[in-house]
T-cell receptor, first 115, second 115 residues
Framework: GAVVSQHPSRVICKSGTSVKIECRSL??????MFWYRQFPKQSLMLMAT?????????EQGVEKDKFLINHASLTLSTLTVTSAHPEDSSFYIC???????????FGQGTRLTVV | GESVGLHLPTLSVQEGDNSIINCAYS??????FIWYKQESGKGPQFIID?????DKRQGQRVTVLLNKTVKHLSLQIAATQPGDSAVYFC??????????????FGKGTHLIIQP
């Protein structure tokens, strides 16, 4: 299957700083990528849809000014958590789909800890 | 195997037995469903998918059943192995006509394989 690579896998940052997470599709082009957040022992929650060359679409309740998404190319989307706070500590996962009715391929996830 | 009631977070089965994991989905308009396996600290891994025009699909050791009347999805794993221990999520998607869409995930079931 297709490969989605996410970096870094773990990051610890101080409260008030910003953190950037990268998501790359290694062997296919993804015009659309998705960002999810997962708290411990909970399910994945869709945060936003990242569209190549245009603005991201955010789910209700997700602050677009806090979670900046950039999809600069067909193989790269980035999520920047700005002015991070301890409550932003979570597991962030990106995914990409090759089209409708196709499976979504997931990155390895990024464990963010804000101290 | 043991049939699991909806919303039970943990299912424990003996190695070699069959297991059945159940999921209730929310949107009657959903037309594509996927089962994912997630091991601790990793992103979801695709297991099997099914479209709404089908009620059963088989893979290697896995079978997915779809009952659209009651909005119910199940995953059957035959002859469970220790490596099957993980959290299993069902995910649903409905075709919006605007391209690839994000998935809505169920709550998840933690499958534990007893030696």
């Amino acid at each position: 299957g297709a490969v989605v690579s996410q970096h870094p896998s773990r990051v610890i940052c101080k409260s008030g700083t910003s953190v950037k997470i990268e998501c790359r599709s290694l062997d296919f082009q993804a015009t659309t990528m998705f960002w999810y957040r997962q708290f411990p022992k909970q399910s994945l929650m869709l945060m936003a849809t990242s569209n190549e060359g245009s603005k991201a679409t955010y789910e209700q309740g997700v602050e677009k000014d806090k979670f900046l998404i950039n999809h600069a190319s067909l193989t790269l989307s980035t999520l920047t958590v700005t002015s991070a706070h301890p409550e932003d500590s979570s597991f962030y996962i990106c995914s990409a789909r090759t089209g409708d009715f196709s499976e979504a391929f997931f990155g390895q996830g990024t464990r963010l800890t804000v101290v | 195997g043991e049939s699991v009631g909806l919303h039970l977070p943990t299912l424990s089965v003996q190695e070699g037995d069959n297991s059945i994991i159940n999921c209730a989905y929310s949107n009657s308009a959903s037309d594509y469903f996927i089962w994912y396996k997630q091991e601790s600290g990793k992103g979801p891994q695709f297991i099997i998918d099914i479209r709404s025009n089908m009620d059963k699909r088989q893979g290697q050791r896995v079978t997915v059943l779809l009952n659209k009347t009651v909005k119910h999805l199940s995953l059957q794993i035959a002859a469970t192995q220790p490596g099957d221990s993980a959290v299993y999520f069902c995910a649903e998607n409905w075709y919006s006509g605007g391209g690839a869409d994000g998935l809505t995930f169920g709550k998840g079931t933690h499958l534990i394989i007893q030696p």
